[in-house]
T-cell receptor, first 116, second 113 residues
């Protein structure tokens, strides 16, 4: 079945450094890929998405490129801020066309803490 | 403002009692989902519904039940058969099964003692 693997956390960084959170996936067909962010005690917010190979999703300074050849969708930001501290989830959508079409499979989440 | 509401934010129950978690959306979305979140395990799908009066089991449906009598409402009942019900429960919706991005409510934290 489909699966998503994220880099182990927690990740602790200083403000204004470069961020990468790795995400790789296993899926049949051509899934859409997503990054979600969760702040403490809240639900998940969609951060960015990509629907086909070589697409780049971007939002709030975050970027991720859909790489089919390496089955990856790594999240990057050039200069992190304290306010970026949160849990980040990579996810893919079922594209098989069956009854579970559109269902999301999530990675385990990566905790990011940014210090001033 | 359109969105998804879940109530209550915190819920406490005694072991052996059934409890129903509310999820309402005014986004006119066809599909709705329930997830369970435990520390270090990401999100796991409990049930989902792609249309009114129809729903399917997710990966961990045992001990849970749902109904979808109205497009905007998708309540989840945690029954006494669920062995470890204490968790954070998240409801989500998407426009339809073709548009895969899901939008989440704020969650309900259920504690069973």
């Amino acid at each position: 079945g489909d699966s998503v693997t994220q880099m182990e956390g927690p990740v602790t960084l200083s403000e204004e450094v470069f961020l990468t959170i790795n995400c790789t996936y296993t899926a049949t067909g051509y899934p859409s890929l997503f990054w979600y962010v969760q702040y403490p005690g809240e639900g998940l917010q969609l951060l960015l998405k990509a629907t086909k190979a070589d697409d780049k999703g971007s939002n709030k300074g975050f970027e991720a490129t859909y790489r089919k050849e390496t089955t990856s969708f790594h999240l990057e930001k050039g200069s992190v801020q304290v306010s970026d501290s949160a849990v980040y989830f990579c996810a893919l959508s079922d594209s098989s066309g069956g009854t579970s079409y559109g269902k999301l499979t999530f990675g385990q989440g990566t905790i990011l803490t940014v210090h001033p | 403002d359109g969105g998804i509401t879940q109530s209550p934010k915190y819920l406490f129950r005694k072991e052996g009692q059934n409890v129903t978690l509310s999820c309402e959306q005014n986004l006119n979305h066809d599909a709705m989902y329930w997830y369970r979140q435990d520390p270090g395990q990401g999100l796991r799908l409990i049930y989902y519904s792609q249309i009114v009066n129809d729903f399917q089991k997710g990966d961990i449906a045992e001990g849970y039940s749902v109904s979808r009598e109205k497009k905007e409402s998708f309540p989840l009942t945690v029954t006494s058969a669920q062995k470890n019900p204490t968790a954070f429960y998240l409801c989500a919706s998407s426009i339809n099964r073709e548009r895969h991005e899901q939008y989440f409510g704020p969650g309900t934290r259920l504690t069973v003692t």
